[in-house]
Protein backbone atom coordinates (compact mmCIF):
# COMPACT_ATOMS: atom_id res chain seq x y z
CA UNK A 1 0.00 0.00 0.00
CA UNK A 2 1.36 3.53 -0.69
CA UNK A 3 0.55 5.81 2.70
CA UNK A 4 0.19 9.77 2.37
CA UNK A 5 0.32 11.32 5.70
CA UNK A 6 -0.86 14.55 5.85
CA UNK A 7 -2.57 17.20 7.55
CA UNK A 8 -6.01 18.19 7.27
CA UNK A 9 -5.43 21.35 4.83
CA UNK A 10 -2.83 19.99 2.61
CA UNK A 11 -4.43 20.38 -0.39
CA UNK A 12 -1.94 18.90 -2.58
CA UNK A 13 -1.40 15.27 -0.50
CA UNK A 14 -5.26 15.03 -1.79
CA UNK A 15 -3.97 15.46 -5.58
CA UNK A 16 -1.73 13.10 -4.86
CA UNK A 17 -3.85 10.98 -3.49
CA UNK A 18 -6.49 11.33 -5.94
CA UNK A 19 -3.97 11.16 -8.63
CA UNK A 20 -2.25 7.95 -7.45
CA UNK A 21 -5.70 6.20 -6.76
CA UNK A 22 -6.55 6.49 -10.38
CA UNK A 23 -3.85 4.74 -11.66
CA UNK A 24 -4.13 2.05 -9.20
CA UNK A 25 -6.30 -0.80 -8.19
CA UNK A 26 -8.89 -0.14 -4.88
CA UNK A 27 -7.05 0.10 -1.75
CA UNK A 28 -3.51 0.08 -2.92
CA UNK A 29 -3.01 3.97 -2.00
CA UNK A 30 -4.55 5.34 1.28
CA UNK A 31 -4.39 9.03 2.57
CA UNK A 32 -4.48 9.30 6.31
CA UNK A 33 -4.41 13.07 8.52
CA UNK A 34 -3.08 13.57 11.71
CA UNK A 35 -6.21 13.74 13.21
CA UNK A 36 -7.18 10.13 12.24
CA UNK A 37 -3.73 8.80 13.66
CA UNK A 38 -5.01 11.07 17.19
CA UNK A 39 -7.69 9.46 17.35
CA UNK A 40 -6.94 5.73 16.20
CA UNK A 41 -8.46 2.84 17.45
CA UNK A 42 -5.70 0.74 18.72
CA UNK A 43 -1.97 2.41 18.84
CA UNK A 44 0.57 0.01 19.61
CA UNK A 45 4.82 0.40 19.13
CA UNK A 46 7.00 -2.31 20.59
CA UNK A 47 10.38 -2.62 20.60
CA UNK A 48 12.03 -5.96 21.31
CA UNK A 49 15.43 -7.29 21.36
CA UNK A 50 14.20 -8.16 17.61
CA UNK A 51 12.60 -5.89 15.86
CA UNK A 52 10.92 -2.68 15.79
CA UNK A 53 7.61 -2.58 15.14
CA UNK A 54 4.37 -0.55 15.11
CA UNK A 55 0.28 -1.50 14.71
CA UNK A 56 -2.20 1.54 14.19
CA UNK A 57 -6.11 0.73 13.59
CA UNK A 58 -7.98 3.97 12.78
CA UNK A 59 -11.42 4.29 13.38
CA UNK A 60 -12.47 3.15 9.78
CA UNK A 61 -10.78 -0.35 10.18
CA UNK A 62 -7.50 0.39 8.33
CA UNK A 63 -5.00 -1.10 9.43
CA UNK A 64 -1.20 0.43 9.42
CA UNK A 65 2.03 -2.11 9.82
CA UNK A 66 5.36 -1.62 8.58
CA UNK A 67 4.76 -4.58 6.77
CA UNK A 68 1.98 -3.61 4.73
CA UNK A 69 3.40 -0.65 3.49
CA UNK A 70 5.38 -0.15 -0.07
CA UNK A 71 5.70 3.55 0.14
CA UNK A 72 5.20 6.19 2.48
CA UNK A 73 4.67 9.81 1.99
CA UNK A 74 5.12 11.81 4.85
CA UNK A 75 3.98 15.39 4.99
CA UNK A 76 3.54 15.25 8.85
CA UNK A 77 4.83 18.29 10.54
CA UNK A 78 3.71 18.02 13.87
CA UNK A 79 0.88 16.53 15.90
CA UNK A 80 -1.89 18.81 17.31
CA UNK A 81 -3.71 17.03 20.42
CA UNK A 82 -6.21 19.69 19.66
CA UNK A 83 -9.01 17.67 21.79
CA UNK A 84 -6.34 18.31 25.36
CA UNK A 85 -6.21 22.20 24.48
CA UNK A 86 -9.30 23.62 26.34
CA UNK A 87 -9.42 21.13 29.61
CA UNK A 88 -5.80 21.87 30.90
CA UNK A 89 -2.54 23.37 29.53
CA UNK A 90 -0.69 21.43 31.01
CA UNK A 91 -1.67 18.39 29.87
CA UNK A 92 -2.32 19.81 27.06
CA UNK A 93 1.36 20.43 26.51
CA UNK A 94 2.13 16.94 27.86
CA UNK A 95 0.45 15.54 25.75
CA UNK A 96 1.57 17.03 22.36
CA UNK A 97 5.16 16.36 23.67
CA UNK A 98 4.42 12.39 24.25
CA UNK A 99 2.60 12.14 20.72
CA UNK A 100 4.98 14.04 18.63
CA UNK A 101 7.60 11.52 20.22
CA UNK A 102 5.82 8.52 19.97
CA UNK A 103 5.16 9.29 15.74
CA UNK A 104 9.14 10.49 15.45
CA UNK A 105 9.56 6.86 16.64
CA UNK A 106 7.26 5.62 14.60
CA UNK A 107 8.51 7.21 11.20
CA UNK A 108 12.16 6.55 11.71
CA UNK A 109 11.21 2.90 12.09
CA UNK A 110 9.90 2.45 8.53
CA UNK A 111 12.34 1.67 5.91
CA UNK A 112 14.05 4.59 5.02
CA UNK A 113 13.96 3.39 1.00
CA UNK A 114 10.56 3.86 0.92
CA UNK A 115 10.23 6.61 2.91
CA UNK A 116 9.37 10.30 1.45
CA UNK A 117 10.72 11.80 3.89
CA UNK A 118 12.24 10.61 6.76
CA UNK A 119 11.81 12.31 9.97
CA UNK A 120 14.81 14.45 12.03
CA UNK A 121 14.85 14.72 15.63
CA UNK A 122 13.63 18.28 15.75
CA UNK A 123 10.67 18.27 13.04
CA UNK A 124 8.49 14.99 11.71
CA UNK A 125 8.25 16.24 8.38
CA UNK A 126 12.86 15.68 8.20
CA UNK A 127 15.10 18.79 8.64
CA UNK A 128 13.93 22.10 9.48
CA UNK A 129 16.34 24.71 8.34
CA UNK A 130 15.60 28.21 8.47
CA UNK A 131 15.93 30.13 5.11
CA UNK A 132 19.63 31.48 6.14
CA UNK A 133 20.68 28.04 6.36
CA UNK A 134 19.27 26.02 3.44
CA UNK A 135 20.90 28.86 1.53
CA UNK A 136 24.09 28.30 3.37
CA UNK A 137 24.04 24.70 2.67
CA UNK A 138 22.73 25.61 -1.13
CA UNK A 139 26.09 27.94 -1.47
CA UNK A 140 28.13 24.90 -0.11
CA UNK A 141 26.78 22.93 -2.80
CA UNK A 142 27.00 25.34 -5.65
CA UNK A 143 24.72 27.25 -5.95
CA UNK A 144 24.07 31.21 -6.50
CA UNK A 145 22.24 32.80 -3.73
CA UNK A 146 21.12 36.24 -2.78
CA UNK A 147 23.75 38.58 -1.81
CA UNK A 148 22.10 40.08 1.55
CA UNK A 149 22.82 36.99 3.43
CA UNK A 150 21.25 35.63 6.28
CA UNK A 151 18.10 36.83 4.70
CA UNK A 152 14.49 37.38 6.91
CA UNK A 153 12.81 34.56 7.40
CA UNK A 154 9.66 35.51 5.53
CA UNK A 155 10.94 34.93 2.08
CA UNK A 156 8.97 36.13 -0.80
CA UNK A 157 7.17 33.47 -3.43
CA UNK A 158 9.69 32.16 -5.44
CA UNK A 159 9.52 32.29 -9.47
CA UNK A 160 11.01 28.62 -9.88
CA UNK A 161 10.44 25.57 -7.81
CA UNK A 162 12.28 21.98 -9.18
CA UNK A 163 11.78 18.90 -6.95
CA UNK A 164 14.66 16.85 -6.14
CA UNK A 165 13.08 13.31 -6.25
CA UNK A 166 15.76 10.36 -5.52
CA UNK A 167 18.31 12.26 -7.31
CA UNK A 168 16.12 13.37 -10.36
CA UNK A 169 14.90 16.43 -11.28
CA UNK A 170 11.43 17.54 -12.15
CA UNK A 171 10.57 20.79 -13.15
CA UNK A 172 12.34 23.59 -15.33
CA UNK A 173 15.43 24.62 -13.79
CA UNK A 174 16.90 28.08 -14.08
CA UNK A 175 19.26 29.33 -16.34
CA UNK A 176 22.92 28.78 -15.22
CA UNK A 177 21.54 26.38 -12.08
CA UNK A 178 23.54 23.03 -12.00
CA UNK A 179 21.59 19.83 -11.69
CA UNK A 180 24.37 18.20 -9.28
CA UNK A 181 24.33 20.85 -7.25
CA UNK A 182 20.35 20.49 -6.58
CA UNK A 183 21.15 16.82 -6.02
CA UNK A 184 23.81 17.66 -3.63
CA UNK A 185 21.42 19.78 -1.71
CA UNK A 186 19.12 17.17 -1.15
CA UNK A 187 21.66 14.37 -0.71
CA UNK A 188 23.35 16.19 2.45
CA UNK A 189 20.40 17.02 4.20
CA UNK A 190 19.25 12.80 3.33
CA UNK A 191 15.74 14.08 1.92
CA UNK A 192 15.02 11.88 -0.71
CA UNK A 193 11.91 14.39 -1.96
CA UNK A 194 12.93 18.06 -1.64
CA UNK A 195 11.51 21.54 -3.29
CA UNK A 196 14.20 23.98 -4.37
CA UNK A 197 13.28 27.38 -4.53
CA UNK A 198 15.07 30.09 -7.02
CA UNK A 199 14.46 33.60 -7.55
CA UNK A 200 15.74 34.27 -11.13
CA UNK A 201 19.05 31.63 -10.95
CA UNK A 202 19.56 32.26 -7.03
CA UNK A 203 18.50 29.57 -4.94
CA UNK A 204 16.67 31.28 -1.60
CA UNK A 205 14.68 28.27 -0.03
CA UNK A 206 13.85 24.21 0.14
CA UNK A 207 10.98 22.47 1.87
CA UNK A 208 10.41 18.70 2.23
CA UNK A 209 6.58 19.87 1.66
CA UNK A 210 6.63 20.41 -2.32
CA UNK A 211 3.36 21.92 -4.15
CA UNK A 212 3.46 18.05 -5.61
CA UNK A 213 0.52 19.10 -7.99
CA UNK A 214 3.19 21.37 -9.97
CA UNK A 215 5.19 18.19 -11.23
CA UNK A 216 1.86 16.37 -12.28
CA UNK A 217 2.18 13.07 -14.54
CA UNK A 218 6.11 13.10 -13.66
CA UNK A 219 5.83 12.69 -10.35
CA UNK A 220 3.20 9.94 -10.51
CA UNK A 221 5.40 7.78 -12.72
CA UNK A 222 8.03 7.96 -10.53
CA UNK A 223 6.26 7.22 -7.58
CA UNK A 224 4.50 4.49 -8.63
CA UNK A 225 8.04 3.41 -10.38
CA UNK A 226 9.74 3.33 -7.11
CA UNK A 227 7.42 0.84 -5.58
CA UNK A 228 9.40 -1.81 -8.34
CA UNK A 229 12.53 -0.69 -8.18
CA UNK A 230 15.20 -2.58 -5.90
CA UNK A 231 12.45 -3.17 -3.33
CA UNK A 232 11.77 -6.45 -2.66
CA UNK A 233 13.46 -6.40 1.33
CA UNK A 234 12.49 -10.13 1.84
CA UNK A 235 8.59 -8.87 2.23
CA UNK A 236 7.24 -10.49 -0.91
CA UNK A 237 3.70 -8.86 -0.16
CA UNK A 238 5.97 -5.33 -0.68
CA UNK A 239 7.58 -6.18 -3.78
CA UNK A 240 5.44 -4.45 -6.53
CA UNK A 241 2.74 -1.82 -6.75
CA UNK A 242 -0.37 -3.86 -8.10
CA UNK A 243 -0.27 -0.38 -11.18
CA UNK A 244 3.17 -1.00 -12.21
CA UNK A 245 3.91 -4.72 -11.46
CA UNK B 1 38.49 31.13 23.18
CA UNK B 2 36.24 28.93 24.73
CA UNK B 3 32.50 30.51 24.52
CA UNK B 4 30.19 29.69 27.26
CA UNK B 5 26.50 30.16 26.72
CA UNK B 6 23.62 29.67 29.38
CA UNK B 7 22.99 30.83 32.73
CA UNK B 8 26.14 31.18 34.66
CA UNK B 9 25.32 30.95 38.04
CA UNK B 10 24.32 26.80 37.03
CA UNK B 11 26.28 24.45 38.34
CA UNK B 12 27.52 22.49 35.47
CA UNK B 13 28.89 26.38 33.82
CA UNK B 14 30.12 27.73 37.23
CA UNK B 15 32.65 24.38 37.28
CA UNK B 16 33.54 24.38 33.60
CA UNK B 17 34.76 27.82 34.10
CA UNK B 18 36.61 27.05 37.01
CA UNK B 19 38.75 24.29 34.89
CA UNK B 20 38.83 26.78 32.19
CA UNK B 21 40.88 29.36 34.83
CA UNK B 22 42.77 26.30 36.42
CA UNK B 23 43.80 25.53 32.77
CA UNK B 24 44.20 29.28 32.12
CA UNK B 25 42.36 28.95 29.06
CA UNK B 26 41.02 32.40 27.71
CA UNK B 27 37.02 32.16 27.87
CA UNK B 28 34.31 34.23 27.09
CA UNK B 29 31.02 33.41 29.43
CA UNK B 30 27.74 34.96 28.23
CA UNK B 31 24.65 35.32 29.89
CA UNK B 32 21.71 34.31 28.41
CA UNK B 33 19.72 36.74 30.36
CA UNK B 34 22.24 39.51 28.90
CA UNK B 35 20.23 39.10 25.60
CA UNK B 36 19.75 42.80 25.41
CA UNK B 37 22.89 43.53 25.86
CA UNK B 38 24.38 40.56 22.83
CA UNK B 39 24.57 40.42 19.08
CA UNK B 40 25.92 38.42 16.49
CA UNK B 41 26.44 39.56 13.09
CA UNK B 42 27.08 36.89 10.68
CA UNK B 43 29.09 37.12 7.55
CA UNK B 44 29.55 34.28 4.63
CA UNK B 45 32.23 34.61 1.65
CA UNK B 46 31.91 32.95 -1.32
CA UNK B 47 33.04 29.48 -0.77
CA UNK B 48 30.41 28.80 1.88
CA UNK B 49 32.81 30.15 4.90
CA UNK B 50 30.79 31.70 7.77
CA UNK B 51 32.29 34.69 9.56
CA UNK B 52 31.28 37.57 11.78
CA UNK B 53 31.23 39.25 15.41
CA UNK B 54 29.59 38.53 18.54
CA UNK B 55 28.84 41.35 20.36
CA UNK B 56 28.88 41.30 24.66
CA UNK B 57 28.16 44.11 26.95
CA UNK B 58 30.11 46.69 24.54
CA UNK B 59 33.12 44.25 23.56
CA UNK B 60 33.47 42.92 20.37
CA UNK B 61 34.86 39.33 19.40
CA UNK B 62 35.39 37.95 16.01
CA UNK B 63 33.75 34.51 15.68
CA UNK B 64 36.79 32.68 14.27
CA UNK B 65 38.38 33.73 17.99
CA UNK B 66 36.09 31.11 19.02
CA UNK B 67 37.67 27.41 18.92
CA UNK B 68 35.13 25.43 21.48
CA UNK B 69 31.31 26.43 22.17
CA UNK B 70 29.44 25.01 25.04
CA UNK B 71 25.47 25.68 24.89
CA UNK B 72 23.42 25.53 28.05
CA UNK B 73 20.58 27.61 26.97
CA UNK B 74 17.00 28.03 28.66
CA UNK B 75 13.73 28.46 26.96
CA UNK B 76 13.58 32.51 26.35
CA UNK B 77 10.49 32.95 28.22
CA UNK B 78 11.14 31.29 31.35
CA UNK B 79 14.23 34.19 31.58
CA UNK B 80 13.14 36.86 33.44
CA UNK B 81 14.06 39.64 31.81
CA UNK B 82 12.38 38.42 28.37
CA UNK B 83 9.44 37.63 30.71
CA UNK B 84 9.07 41.35 31.51
CA UNK B 85 8.97 42.78 28.37
CA UNK B 86 5.45 43.59 26.78
CA UNK B 87 4.68 41.51 23.70
CA UNK B 88 5.41 44.12 20.62
CA UNK B 89 8.98 45.12 22.12
CA UNK B 90 11.62 44.61 19.68
CA UNK B 91 13.41 42.75 22.42
CA UNK B 92 11.69 39.82 22.29
CA UNK B 93 12.47 39.43 17.96
CA UNK B 94 15.84 40.26 19.11
CA UNK B 95 16.24 37.77 21.44
CA UNK B 96 14.89 35.18 19.35
CA UNK B 97 17.11 35.97 16.18
CA UNK B 98 20.06 36.44 18.59
CA UNK B 99 19.60 32.72 19.54
CA UNK B 100 18.83 31.78 15.54
CA UNK B 101 22.01 32.98 14.44
CA UNK B 102 24.19 31.42 17.74
CA UNK B 103 22.50 27.97 16.14
CA UNK B 104 23.17 28.67 12.71
CA UNK B 105 26.47 29.61 13.14
CA UNK B 106 27.10 26.62 16.05
CA UNK B 107 25.36 24.22 13.40
CA UNK B 108 27.25 25.51 10.53
CA UNK B 109 31.20 26.86 11.46
CA UNK B 110 32.69 23.97 12.22
CA UNK B 111 33.48 24.62 15.60
CA UNK B 112 34.12 22.11 18.54
CA UNK B 113 31.09 22.35 20.20
CA UNK B 114 28.73 20.98 23.13
CA UNK B 115 26.50 20.35 21.91
CA UNK B 116 25.01 20.76 18.30
CA UNK B 117 21.05 21.97 19.19
CA UNK B 118 19.57 19.85 16.33
CA UNK B 119 21.63 17.19 18.36
CA UNK B 120 20.08 17.26 21.33
CA UNK B 121 16.58 17.24 20.33
CA UNK B 122 17.02 13.22 20.07
CA UNK B 123 16.21 12.85 23.93
CA UNK B 124 12.82 14.54 22.95
CA UNK B 125 12.00 10.87 21.72
CA UNK B 126 13.10 7.66 23.79
CA UNK B 127 11.78 5.26 21.68
CA UNK B 128 13.09 7.17 19.04
CA UNK B 129 17.00 7.10 20.64
CA UNK B 130 16.57 3.55 21.75
CA UNK B 131 16.73 2.80 18.03
CA UNK B 132 20.08 4.26 17.70
CA UNK B 133 20.95 2.41 20.93
CA UNK B 134 19.77 -0.78 19.38
CA UNK B 135 22.54 0.07 16.35
CA UNK B 136 25.30 0.47 18.39
CA UNK B 137 25.14 -2.60 20.34
CA UNK B 138 22.91 -2.38 23.68
CA UNK B 139 20.05 -3.77 24.54
CA UNK B 140 17.42 -1.55 25.11
CA UNK B 141 14.56 -3.26 27.69
CA UNK B 142 11.17 -4.48 25.87
CA UNK B 143 9.51 -1.79 25.50
CA UNK B 144 5.26 -0.96 25.02
CA UNK B 145 4.23 1.96 23.75
CA UNK B 146 0.05 1.42 23.66
CA UNK B 147 -2.81 3.33 24.00
CA UNK B 148 -4.90 -0.61 24.33
CA UNK B 149 -5.37 -1.54 27.91
CA UNK B 150 -5.69 -5.09 27.13
CA UNK B 151 -1.95 -4.91 25.43
CA UNK B 152 -0.91 -3.31 28.63
CA UNK B 153 -2.16 -6.75 30.62
CA UNK B 154 -0.63 -8.80 28.17
CA UNK B 155 2.83 -6.94 28.75
CA UNK B 156 2.69 -7.17 31.96
CA UNK B 157 1.73 -11.12 31.87
CA UNK B 158 5.21 -11.39 29.88
CA UNK B 159 7.52 -9.61 31.83
CA UNK B 160 5.63 -11.49 35.58
CA UNK B 161 4.10 -7.74 36.74
CA UNK B 162 7.96 -6.72 36.54
CA UNK B 163 7.07 -3.86 34.56
CA UNK B 164 7.44 0.18 34.67
CA UNK B 165 6.03 2.95 32.97
CA UNK B 166 7.07 6.76 32.20
CA UNK B 167 7.50 9.03 29.78
CA UNK B 168 7.91 8.59 25.57
CA UNK B 169 9.35 12.22 25.54
CA UNK B 170 11.93 13.85 26.91
CA UNK B 171 9.46 15.38 29.67
CA UNK B 172 11.39 14.71 32.67
CA UNK B 173 9.25 12.10 34.70
CA UNK B 174 9.50 10.19 37.76
CA UNK B 175 10.03 6.17 36.61
CA UNK B 176 7.58 4.18 38.40
CA UNK B 177 6.81 0.47 38.83
CA UNK B 178 3.20 -0.59 37.24
CA UNK B 179 1.10 -2.63 39.83
CA UNK B 180 -0.43 -4.71 38.59
CA UNK B 181 -3.58 -4.86 40.78
CA UNK B 182 -2.89 -0.62 42.65
CA UNK B 183 -2.84 0.10 39.41
CA UNK B 184 -5.72 -1.63 37.67
CA UNK B 185 -8.01 1.60 38.09
CA UNK B 186 -5.61 3.64 36.07
CA UNK B 187 -5.49 1.43 32.80
CA UNK B 188 -8.55 2.97 31.15
CA UNK B 189 -6.74 6.24 30.99
CA UNK B 190 -4.19 5.05 28.51
CA UNK B 191 -7.31 5.18 25.65
CA UNK B 192 -6.54 9.25 25.92
CA UNK B 193 -2.81 9.17 25.43
CA UNK B 194 -0.25 6.02 24.55
CA UNK B 195 1.81 5.53 27.54
CA UNK B 196 5.01 4.31 27.08
CA UNK B 197 5.42 1.01 29.13
CA UNK B 198 9.09 -1.35 30.35
CA UNK B 199 10.33 -4.66 31.31
CA UNK B 200 11.87 -3.99 34.29
CA UNK B 201 15.99 -5.01 34.37
CA UNK B 202 17.68 -6.20 37.54
CA UNK B 203 21.16 -4.87 37.87
CA UNK B 204 22.60 -1.74 38.99
CA UNK B 205 23.08 1.79 37.68
CA UNK B 206 25.78 3.51 36.04
CA UNK B 207 26.39 6.66 34.04
CA UNK B 208 28.80 7.54 31.59
CA UNK B 209 30.02 11.11 30.68
CA UNK B 210 31.40 10.85 27.16
CA UNK B 211 33.34 13.57 26.51
CA UNK B 212 35.14 13.52 23.07
CA UNK B 213 36.43 10.24 22.73
CA UNK B 214 36.77 9.90 26.71
CA UNK B 215 34.80 8.07 29.17
CA UNK B 216 34.21 8.46 32.75
CA UNK B 217 31.43 5.90 34.29
CA UNK B 218 29.84 6.40 37.42
CA UNK B 219 27.78 3.83 39.54
CA UNK B 220 25.14 3.92 41.32
CA UNK B 221 23.49 1.82 43.70
CA UNK B 222 20.56 2.40 44.74
CA UNK B 223 17.06 0.29 45.75
CA UNK B 224 14.81 2.71 44.28
CA UNK B 225 13.00 2.43 40.82
CA UNK B 226 14.43 5.79 39.74
CA UNK B 227 17.48 6.86 41.34
CA UNK B 228 17.36 10.42 41.15
CA UNK B 229 14.39 10.32 43.32
CA UNK B 230 15.86 7.68 45.20
CA UNK B 231 15.22 9.44 48.80
CA UNK B 232 11.58 10.10 48.37
CA UNK B 233 10.64 6.68 46.74
CA UNK B 234 12.67 4.58 49.22
CA UNK B 235 14.12 7.12 52.07
CA UNK B 236 17.70 6.13 51.42
CA UNK B 237 19.74 7.83 49.29
CA UNK B 238 21.83 6.54 46.36
CA UNK B 239 25.12 6.41 46.77
CA UNK B 240 27.65 7.05 43.77
CA UNK B 241 31.22 5.72 43.38
CA UNK B 242 33.70 6.13 40.05
CA UNK B 243 33.11 2.59 38.24
CA UNK B 244 35.78 1.24 35.62
CA UNK B 245 34.40 0.19 32.05
CA UNK B 246 36.19 -2.07 30.04
CA UNK B 247 37.70 -0.67 26.78
CA UNK B 248 34.87 -2.94 24.82
CA UNK B 249 32.20 -1.53 27.10
CA UNK B 250 34.06 2.41 26.55
CA UNK B 251 34.34 2.18 22.65
CA UNK B 252 30.21 1.54 22.62
CA UNK B 253 29.82 4.13 24.78
CA UNK B 254 31.85 6.36 22.54
CA UNK B 255 30.22 5.16 19.43
CA UNK B 256 26.67 5.82 20.95
CA UNK B 257 27.37 9.68 21.59
CA UNK B 258 28.84 9.89 17.69
CA UNK B 259 25.85 8.15 16.01
CA UNK B 260 23.62 10.70 17.78
CA UNK B 261 26.18 13.80 17.19
CA UNK B 262 26.76 14.34 20.90
CA UNK B 263 30.22 15.51 21.67
CA UNK B 264 29.65 15.32 25.55
CA UNK B 265 26.72 12.98 26.63
CA UNK B 266 25.23 11.31 29.68
CA UNK B 267 24.33 7.52 28.98
CA UNK B 268 22.58 5.89 31.31
CA UNK B 269 23.31 2.14 31.83
CA UNK B 270 22.22 -0.63 33.59
CA UNK B 271 24.78 -4.11 34.21
CA UNK B 272 22.13 -7.13 34.49
CA UNK B 273 23.27 -9.92 36.73
CA UNK B 274 24.40 -11.97 33.90
CA UNK B 275 26.51 -9.08 32.65
CA UNK B 276 24.08 -7.90 29.91
CA UNK B 277 24.60 -4.03 29.21
CA UNK B 278 21.03 -2.08 28.19
CA UNK B 279 21.03 1.59 27.70
CA UNK B 280 18.03 3.03 29.09
CA UNK B 281 18.78 6.57 27.29
CA UNK B 282 21.58 9.75 26.61
CA UNK B 283 21.27 12.74 27.98
CA UNK B 284 22.37 15.64 25.53
CA UNK B 285 22.86 18.14 28.29
CA UNK B 286 23.87 16.36 31.40
CA UNK B 287 23.76 18.04 34.80
CA UNK B 288 26.91 16.13 35.44
CA UNK B 289 27.71 17.99 38.87
CA UNK B 290 25.56 15.58 40.72
CA UNK B 291 28.09 12.96 39.87
CA UNK B 292 31.02 14.94 39.83
CA UNK B 293 30.66 16.11 43.49
CA UNK B 294 29.55 12.67 44.92
CA UNK B 295 32.69 10.97 43.38
CA UNK B 296 35.03 13.92 42.56
CA UNK B 297 35.73 12.34 39.28
CA UNK B 298 37.20 14.81 36.94
CA UNK B 299 33.84 15.60 34.47
CA UNK B 300 34.15 19.26 34.20
CA UNK B 301 38.05 19.53 34.48
CA UNK B 302 37.81 17.04 30.96
CA UNK B 303 35.23 18.96 29.60
CA UNK B 304 37.35 21.85 29.68
CA UNK B 305 40.36 19.86 27.82
CA UNK B 306 37.78 19.01 24.74
CA UNK B 307 36.61 22.30 24.86
CA UNK B 308 40.02 24.18 24.92
CA UNK B 309 41.45 21.21 22.47
CA UNK B 310 44.11 21.36 25.46
CA UNK B 311 46.76 18.68 24.81
CA UNK B 312 45.75 16.71 28.05
CA UNK B 313 42.90 15.98 26.04
CA UNK B 314 44.96 14.38 22.93
CA UNK B 315 46.95 12.92 25.79
CA UNK B 316 44.57 10.80 27.28
CA UNK B 317 42.83 9.90 23.99
CA UNK B 318 46.21 8.72 22.58
CA UNK B 319 47.09 7.38 26.20
CA UNK B 320 50.57 8.97 25.86
Known amino acids: MILILCHLHDADAVWLYQRLKRASPPDSVAIVSVDELLYARTIRHTLTIDSVDFYIQL ?126 VAQQVGMPLLELHFTGSRFINATPLPMLHQYGDALIDHLLTATTHGTDLGHTERIAHPAAA | MVLIWGIPSESPIQRLLDELDTLEQPYLAVSQRHFADTDIQLTVDSSGTLGGTLTYQQQTYPLDSITGLYLRLTDDETLPEFKQLSPDDPLRSHARQLVQHLTLWADWSGVRIVNRMAAMASNNSKPYQAQFIRQCGFRTPDTLITNEPADVIAFCRQHDDRVIYKSISGVRSIVQTWQANGDADKLALVR ?40 QQTGESATLTPYELDDELASRCVDLSRALDLAFSGIDLRIAPDGTVYCFEVNPCPAYTYYESHTNQPIAARLAEYLSGHDNYYRRVWQL
Open chain 1, 59 to 184: QNGLTLTNDTLSLVINRLYYVDPVAWKQPNQVQYQYVSQELNALYLSILHSLDKTRLYNPPSASWLAGRNLSPAEWQLLGLRSGLAIPPDWPPVDTQPPPDTRVLVIDGRLLGELPDGVSPDACRQ
Open chain 2, 192 to 231: HCPVQFQQQVDGFDVRVHVIGELCLATRITAHATDYRYAL
